[in-house]
């Protein structure tokens, strides 16, 4: 991310990013710099992320378990908004045969964290939320998708939070080889799926076929990019944003800067 005075936009704000260790929350906290916002970070080590550039300095990193958000209640009552990233892709009950719920699980990781901080800033009240959540599932394994859903409802249920959903598709970035090698399989085999789901009449095939459905690719930059903004605008309170709402938000930004209100 290029520091650029015309989009120091956010200077005075504050973001509690959970999870900014992490591939996705390492992205949202340069976004939120680069835009002029204090950057606060909780997650399990409390450190920067192995090998991270000069922008970890800038971040002021917490240790905490968002299982637990007691546990850094003075960091959300100090932050506007907070942006949730945490969750895994391959949970245990697929690796270590652990029962749904179970630590580890998607339940566990997907959905309970979310709940949990969810629950705390509407009880501070005043606050926002973003969720990371996921437009699709991975093919086969449902209760990947089911959990973040479960989550997403549970938080806009939550009358003092205010709040928006992120579903991108798979995320990618040039700067991981092996995530930038996913980007044209997956763009290949969600074109040929949707071209072929389209086709087919529905039936108990097609119901079977939609397990294997699979988004398109997205920049990593666009979901921070969207992250950050809609963090800060409220007219993105309550909203669901895809991908190609992400993307513009991103071209909007390149493009133009952003008028926060």
């Known amino acids: 991310f290029i520091l650029q ?8 704000k504050t973001l509690c990013v959970i999870g900014a260790n992490g591939y996705v929350g390492s992205y949202v906290a340069q976004q939120a710099l680069s835009l002029g916002a204090k950057v606060l970070s909780v997650s399990r080590s409390g450190r920067p992320p192995h090998k991270s550039g000069p922008w970890a300095q800038q971040v002021k990193w917490h240790q905490g378990n968002s299982l637990n958000p007691e546990g850094f209640e003075d ?6 908004a907070v942006v949730h990233t945490v969750g895994t892709l391959i949970d245990t009950s697929i690796t ?4 749904p719920g179970e630590p580890g699980t998607y339940e ?4 309970d964290p979310a709940i949990a901080v969810a629950r705390k800033l509407a009880e501070i009240g005043n606050k926002k939320m973003i969720f990371l959540s996921a437009s699709k599932s ?14 997403e409802e549970f938080i806009f ?12 598709g798979v995320i990618t970035t040039k700067d991981i080889p092996f995530k930038y090698a996913l980007k044209y399989p997956t763009a290949c085999y969600a074109a040929v799926f949707n071209a072929v789901y389209k086709v087919v009449p529905d039936s108990k095939m097609k119901d079977f076929l939609s397990n294997f459905d699979v988004d398109y690719p997205i920049d990593v930059r666009a979901v921070a990019t969207a992250a950050v903004i809609s963090a800060f605008d409220p007219k993105f309170d309550g909203k669901i944003l895809f991908n190609a709402d992400m993307e513009s938000l991103k071209n909007m930004l390149d493009t133009k800067g952003y008028k926060f209100p």
């Open 108 to 111: 566990n990781m997907n959905r």
């Open 96 to 99: 270590q045969f652990k029962k």
């Open 75 to 80: 960091v959300l009552k100090e932050s506007d």
């Open 157 to 168: 249920s939550q009358k003092t939070l205010r709040a928006t959903i992120l579903r991108p």
């Open 5 to 12: 005075d015309k989009y120091m936009s956010l200077s005075g």
């Open 138 to 151: 991975i093919p086969l394994v449902p209760r990947y998708l089911a959990a973040k859903l479960e989550a």
